[in-house]
């Protein structure tokens, strides 16, 4: 299917629309493969433990990339580049389809790699179709990083995000698994620099836990 993708030049809607179709036409296991919005409960523990971590961005992540919960911190940092777009916010799909990704990530290929590596690393049953529909979806920019299998860090790869109101701010992630297929990731700042800019981010109102899929 990528390879069909590529040749007609779809775009990511298409190639989603053909993947459905191809998914459709042989039962319905390869549509939603890793479940769909809606359908990840969050441990209350864990609820609790990011409504303590504010005002750190820190985002709870499931296998496929997708952003199930994050604090207002992370909400701060991250909105207004695009990433929480959409009712149920998966990074994979923005670093590769979507435009401004490029710009946002002061590294882009550090982001792509990072996240080919997270999909490696939480791999399952249901990975070889999850990775079917983004390779159908995402074309061969996405499929020749997995099968090539980078070394990237799996820690998302937002280490270094041009922000539009503070300018670059430099992070080292901290990766906590959290069970049931979720992962826990704290964006420390790197430096002096970046803890101001984190600050004045966060420094007006105050926290709130964001949660998706409940």
């Known amino acids: 299917m990528a390879a069909i993708a590529d040749a007609l030049r779809l775009d990511a809607d298409d190639r989603l629309h053909l993947h459905h179709l191809v998914a459709l036409s042989q039962g319905t296991e390869l549509v939603c493969a890793a479940g769909c919005a809606g359908e990840q409960e969050v441990p209350p523990g864990l609820v609790a433990l990011l409504d303590r971590l504010e005002p750190t961005p820190a985002v709870l992540v499931g296998r496929r990339t997708e952003l199930i919960a994050w604090t207002d911190a992370f909400d701060r940092l991250a909105q207004p580049l695009g990433i929480l777009d959409g009712e149920q916010p998966e990074l994979v799909r923005y670093a590769f389809t979507d435009s401004r990704a490029r ?23 249901d990975t070889g179709a999850t990775v079917e529909e983004l390779s ?4 061969a920019e996405f499929t020749s990083r997995w099968e090539s299998r980078p070394t990237g860090t799996p820690d998302l790869g937002l280490r270094a995000v041009v922000h539009p109101e503070v300018g670059l701010v430099r992070m080292a992630p901290q990766v906590l698994l ?31 836990l964001r949660r998706v899929s409940l």
């Open 178 to 208: 959290a069970g049931d297929g979720l992962t826990l990731v704290v964006l420390l700042p790197e430096d002096g620099v970046a803890q101001a800019a984190l600050d004045r981010l966060v420094g007006m109102l105050p926290g709130g």
């Open 103 to 125: 710009d946002a990530v002061a590294d882009w290929a550090v982001l792509a790699d990072a996240l080919v590596t997270w999909l490696h690393l939480h791999s399952g049953p």
């Open 136 to 139: 159908a979806t995402l074309g």
